[in-house]
T-cell receptor
Framework: AQSVTQLGSHVSVSEGALVLLRCNYS??????LFWYVQYPNQGLQLLLKYTSAATLVKGINGFEAEFKKSETSFHLTKPSAHMSDAAEYFCAVRGSGGSYIPTFGRGTSLIVHP | NAGVTQTPKFQVLKTGQSMTLQCAQD?????MSWYRQDPGMGLRLIHYSVGAGITDQGEVPNGYNVSRSTTEDFPLRLLSAAPSQTSVYFC????????????????FGQGTRLTVV
């Protein structure tokens, strides 16, 4: 079964610093991977998705992620953090067994200090 | 375009009570799902549906029932509420896209915060 592991439940950065949120996947087939963001008291919204068209995927709000098959990773980055980036971030992989329902990681809380 | 609408936003139940969380989507998506979100656990799948009349269990189905009589609606029923069901519940809808229909993108509601006392 497909699964994802997010390394670090909390990541703290200063405003203007590089953001790096880690996600590793386990999949027996080519994975379809996603990053979602959840702002306080809101639902999840899609940041970006990997659909095998390109290994470097650009998303909204300046985020991007690079698919590395050799490392089974799909880490999320942003060159310069903004206070408004403070949120919970979830990595997800498409489900197996024909359901296609995504399976989510445990989430990483991004804290941005002024 | 309303997207995915969940009601109520907040609910307090007593142990043993039953209730239904409502979820409706207006995007004609074939797939719908219910997740619960607990601190440090991420989102765990409760039940899902791949079309009207078809439902299946997810990772944590015990204590919950679902039905899908229409494409738009996917209510989640708590049969006899327990404190362990205190959580934030999210409904999502998704569709298949891509040349091989192998990709999905999920759209989420705003969530229902449920407390069982």
């Amino acid at each position: 079964a497909q699964s994802v592991t997010q390394l670090g439940s909390h990541v703290s950065v200063s405003e203007g610093a590089l953001v790096l949120l880690r996600c590793n996947y386990s999949s027996s087939v080519p994975p379809y991977l996603f990053w979602y963001v959840q702002y306080p008291n809101q639902g999840l919204q899609l940041l970006l998705k990997y659909t095998s068209a390109a290994t470097l995927v650009k998303g909204i709000n300046g985020f991007e992620a690079e698919f590395k098959k050799s490392e089974t990773s799909f880490h999320l980055t942003k060159p310069s953090a903004h206070m408004s980036d403070a949120a919970e971030y979830f990595c997800a992989v498409r489900g197996s067994g024909g359901s296609y329902i995504p399976t989510f990681g445990r989430g990483t809380s991004l804290i941005v200090h002024p | 375009n309303a997207g995915v609408t969940q009601t109520p936003k907040f609910q307090v139940l007593k142990t043993g009570q039953s209730m239904t969380l409502q979820c409706a989507q207006d995007m004609n998506h074939e797939y719908m799902s219910w997740y619960r979100q607990d601190p440090g656990m991420g989102l765990r799948l409760i039940h899902y549906s791949v079309g009207a009349g078809i439902t299946d269990q997810g990772e944590v189905p015990n204590g919950y029932n679902v039905s899908r009589s229409t494409t738009e609606d996917f209510p989640l029923r708590l049969l006899s509420a327990a404190p362990s069901q205190t959580s934030v519940y999210f409904c999502a809808s998704s569709y298949l896209f891509g040349q091989t229909k192998g990709y999905t993108e999920a759209f989420f509601g705003q969530g229902t915060r449920l407390t069982v006392v």
